[in-house]
């Protein structure tokens, strides 16, 4: 079946390094999210990414939509203690409406 | 203020005693989804509804059923709950526009932590 990887599973960075999160899909997306989910906490969206190729950024965060629309990236800049958290991407597939969430990717960000 | 709703948030049951967890939305919102989170696995989506009357399985739906009888509340049925089935589970809306259109931000619910001994 669908699967959607990420990578790294896990990430310790010390405050002001920059941290990277990548996701995979086995198949063609036809959207990507991103959501952030703190420790105890649910979910929270981030950014919807649609066009192939397309880039966003949302202050020090930067999303990726590959060209082929089967991985996506979500950078930041300068971590603070605030971005501690699991960052998920999830997306569906043309035609239907499941949703296929990655591994997610938890950041720890020593101060 | 907008909101998912669920309830309980916590429960400890014993196999096969029949169980439900609510679901509710104040968003008017037309998608709403069940996910399950277990270490490791991410979030796994067990149904979802496009709208009223109308749901899907999912990646994981063996063990659950759904309703979606009215527009903002969509249950979480679990006829004979087993200890596999332990677990975080979200519910989740959004929508309140065409599902069709770019911008379908999913809101979630607290999560109700499941434990069935």
């Known amino acids: 079946g669908q699967q959607v990887m990420q990578i790294p599973q896990y990430q310790h960075v010390q405050e002001g390094e920059d941290f990277t999160t990548y996701c995979n899909s086995s198949?063609?997306?036809?959207?990507i999210q991103w959501y952030k989910q703190r420790p105890g906490g649910h979910p929270v969206f981030l950014i919807q990414?649609?066009?192939?190729?397309e880039v966003k950024k949302q202050k020090r965060l930067t999303f990726q939509f590959g060209e082929a629309k089967k991985n996506s990236s979500l950078h930041i800049t300068a971590t603070q203690t605030t971005d501690v958290g699991t960052y998920f991407c999830?997306?569906?597939?043309?035609?239907?409406?499941?949703?296929?969430f990655g591994t997610g990717t938890r950041l720890k960000v020593l101060a | 203020e907008a909101q998912v709703t669920q309830n309980p948030r916590y429960l400890i049951t014993v196999t096969g005693k029949k169980l439900t967890v609510t679901c509710s939305q104040n968003?008017?919102?037309?998608?709403m989804s069940w996910y399950r989170q277990d270490p490791g696995l991410g979030l796994r989506q067990i149904y979802y509804?496009?709208?009223?009357?109308?749901?899907d399985k999912g990646d994981v739906p063996e063990g659950y059923k759904v309703s979606r009888k009215e527009k903002r509340n969509f249950p979480l049925i679990l006829e004979s709950p087993s200890p596999n089935q332990t677990s975080l589970y979200f519910c989740?809306?959004?929508?309140?526009?065409?599902?069709?259109?770019?911008?379908?931000?999913?809101?979630f619910g607290p999560g109700t932590r499941l434990t069935v001994l």
């Open positions: 989740a809306s959004s929508g309140d526009r065409s599902f069709w259109s770019s911008y379908n931000e999913q809101f």
């Open positions: 198949t063609t997306l036809s959207n």
């Open positions: 990414l649609v066009k192939s190729g």
């Open positions: 999830a997306g569906t597939t043309s035609g239907t409406y499941k949703y296929i």
């Open positions: 968003m008017n919102h037309e998608y």
């Open positions: 509804s496009m709208n009223v009357e109308v749901t």
